[in-house]
């Protein structure tokens, strides 16, 4: 699982700011976004919960995307990457219609 890759996609791919602008619109330091977003520093719960709200993203959409097979159990592997591409669309679909207006 990869919470700061999917931040620093949605943050780059879907709003397209800067970390700095980012960083001070959550309230936090840029500094630690970028740890962040580069794997150093994992985000509490609290924090994670302050990126969403300031990205208009729900925290289970980055989950999803945070998530990749091999961090899903080996028997429910099959069953994840069957559902994968269907979740991906849908996340599209609502990040079209909120974020990339």
């Known amino acids: ?15 397209n700011i800067l970390q700095i602008e980012a960083a001070k ?9 970028s740890q962040i977003e580069d794997g150093f520093k994992n985000p509490s719960q609290k924090v994670l919960e302050k990126i969403c709200y300031a990205y208009g993203i729900p ?3 980055v989950i999803w995307m945070a998530t990749y097979p091999e961090d899903v159990q080996k028997e429910k592997r099959q069953e994840f ?6 979740v991906d669309d849908l996340i599209n679909d609502f990040l079209s219609a909120t974020i990339r207006k």
Request: aromatic residues 6%; charged residues 20%; glycine residues 6%.
């Open 1 to 15: 699982m990869n919470i700061g890759k999917a931040l620093w996609m949605i943050r780059n791919n879907e709003l």
């Open 25 to 33: 619109k959550i309230g936090i330091t840029q500094s630690y976004l």
């Open 59 to 61: 925290m289970a959409i």
């Open 81 to 86: 990457n069957l559902i994968r591409e269907a």
